[in-house]
Nanobody
Framework: QIQLVESGGDWVQPGGSLRLSCATP????????IGWFRQAPGKEREGVAC????????YYSESVKGRFTISRDKATATVYLQMNSLEPEDTAVYYC??????????????????WGQGTQVTVSS
Protein backbone atom coordinates (compact mmCIF):
# COMPACT_ATOMS: atom_id res chain seq x y z
CA GLN A 1 0.00 0.00 0.00
CA ILE A 2 0.93 3.64 -0.32
CA GLN A 3 2.20 4.84 3.04
CA LEU A 4 1.37 8.33 4.22
CA VAL A 5 3.09 9.77 7.28
CA GLU A 6 1.83 12.95 8.94
CA SER A 7 3.78 15.17 11.29
CA GLY A 8 3.62 18.65 12.78
CA GLY A 9 0.65 18.42 15.11
CA ASP A 10 0.96 20.29 18.39
CA TRP A 11 -0.82 22.42 20.95
CA VAL A 12 -1.32 26.09 20.11
CA GLN A 13 -3.29 29.01 21.50
CA PRO A 14 -6.21 30.44 19.55
CA GLY A 15 -4.92 32.61 16.74
CA GLY A 16 -1.73 30.61 16.43
CA SER A 17 -0.33 28.72 13.45
CA LEU A 18 0.91 25.25 12.62
CA ARG A 19 2.22 23.53 9.52
CA LEU A 20 1.46 19.87 8.99
CA SER A 21 3.47 17.66 6.66
CA CYS A 22 2.48 14.52 4.79
CA ALA A 23 5.33 12.40 3.46
CA THR A 24 4.38 10.23 0.48
CA PRO A 25 6.26 7.75 -1.75
CA UNK A 26 7.77 9.60 -4.69
CA UNK A 27 6.95 6.80 -7.12
CA UNK A 28 3.29 6.47 -6.13
CA UNK A 29 2.02 10.04 -6.39
CA UNK A 30 0.89 10.00 -10.01
CA UNK A 31 -2.86 9.94 -10.67
CA UNK A 32 -3.77 10.65 -7.06
CA UNK A 33 -5.13 13.58 -5.14
CA ILE A 34 -3.75 14.18 -1.65
CA GLY A 35 -5.77 15.77 1.09
CA TRP A 36 -6.13 16.55 4.73
CA PHE A 37 -9.02 15.23 6.76
CA ARG A 38 -9.74 15.79 10.41
CA GLN A 39 -11.77 14.09 13.08
CA ALA A 40 -12.76 15.77 16.32
CA PRO A 41 -14.06 13.85 19.34
CA GLY A 42 -17.62 12.74 18.73
CA LYS A 43 -17.59 13.85 15.10
CA GLU A 44 -17.10 12.19 11.74
CA ARG A 45 -14.06 12.74 9.59
CA GLU A 46 -14.28 15.69 7.25
CA GLY A 47 -12.15 16.75 4.34
CA VAL A 48 -10.65 20.18 4.95
CA ALA A 49 -8.07 20.72 2.20
CA CYS A 50 -7.13 18.67 -0.86
CA UNK A 51 -4.84 19.07 -3.85
CA UNK A 52 -4.80 17.40 -7.25
CA UNK A 53 -1.61 15.64 -8.35
CA UNK A 54 -2.37 16.25 -12.01
CA UNK A 55 -2.97 20.00 -12.20
CA UNK A 56 -2.40 21.29 -8.67
CA UNK A 57 -5.97 22.48 -8.22
CA UNK A 58 -7.12 22.78 -4.62
CA TYR A 59 -10.28 22.50 -2.62
CA TYR A 60 -11.07 23.79 0.87
CA SER A 61 -13.98 23.31 3.19
CA GLU A 62 -15.83 26.49 4.05
CA SER A 63 -14.77 26.25 7.68
CA VAL A 64 -11.07 26.62 6.86
CA LYS A 65 -11.14 28.64 3.64
CA GLY A 66 -8.95 31.70 3.95
CA ARG A 67 -7.11 30.31 6.98
CA PHE A 68 -5.59 27.05 5.73
CA THR A 69 -3.40 26.55 2.68
CA ILE A 70 -2.47 23.22 1.13
CA SER A 71 0.66 22.96 -0.99
CA ARG A 72 2.98 20.33 -2.38
CA ASP A 73 6.68 19.87 -2.97
CA LYS A 74 7.11 17.63 -6.00
CA ALA A 75 10.81 17.06 -5.38
CA THR A 76 10.30 15.61 -1.91
CA ALA A 77 6.79 14.22 -2.49
CA THR A 78 5.57 16.12 0.54
CA VAL A 79 2.20 17.79 0.97
CA TYR A 80 1.85 20.57 3.51
CA LEU A 81 -1.06 22.13 5.33
CA GLN A 82 -0.36 25.62 6.63
CA MET A 83 -2.90 26.46 9.30
CA ASN A 84 -3.27 30.07 10.41
CA SER A 85 -5.69 31.83 12.73
CA LEU A 86 -6.41 28.56 14.46
CA GLU A 87 -9.58 28.28 16.49
CA PRO A 88 -10.64 25.84 19.22
CA GLU A 89 -13.03 24.32 16.68
CA ASP A 90 -10.00 23.22 14.67
CA THR A 91 -8.96 20.82 17.43
CA ALA A 92 -8.88 17.33 15.94
CA VAL A 93 -6.71 14.50 14.75
CA TYR A 94 -5.58 15.43 11.26
CA TYR A 95 -5.07 12.71 8.68
CA CYS A 96 -3.40 12.68 5.32
CA UNK A 97 -5.32 10.72 2.69
CA UNK A 98 -4.98 9.79 -0.97
CA UNK A 99 -7.22 8.51 -3.75
CA UNK A 100 -7.54 8.60 -7.53
CA UNK A 101 -9.84 11.62 -7.53
CA UNK A 102 -9.94 15.33 -8.14
CA UNK A 103 -9.20 17.59 -5.19
CA UNK A 104 -12.88 18.29 -4.63
CA UNK A 105 -13.74 14.64 -5.12
CA UNK A 106 -11.25 13.54 -2.49
CA UNK A 107 -12.30 16.07 0.13
CA UNK A 108 -15.90 14.97 -0.27
CA UNK A 109 -15.18 11.25 -0.23
CA UNK A 110 -15.87 9.49 3.08
CA UNK A 111 -13.52 6.57 2.46
CA UNK A 112 -10.32 7.47 0.59
CA UNK A 113 -8.15 4.53 -0.46
CA UNK A 114 -5.08 5.40 1.61
CA TRP A 115 -4.66 6.95 5.05
CA GLY A 116 -1.89 8.08 7.33
CA GLN A 117 -1.78 7.48 11.07
CA GLY A 118 -2.92 10.95 12.08
CA THR A 119 -1.40 13.81 14.04
CA GLN A 120 -3.08 15.65 16.91
CA VAL A 121 -3.80 19.37 16.71
CA THR A 122 -5.08 21.03 19.86
CA VAL A 123 -6.12 24.67 19.96
CA SER A 124 -6.90 26.01 23.43
CA SER A 125 -5.99 28.68 25.95
Amino acid sequence: QIQLVESGGDWVQPGGSLRLSCATPKDRLANYAIGWFRQAPGKEREGVACISKSDGSTYYSESVKGRFTISRDKATATVYLQMNSLEPEDTAVYYCAAHWLTAQGLCNKPDPRYWGQGTQVTVSS
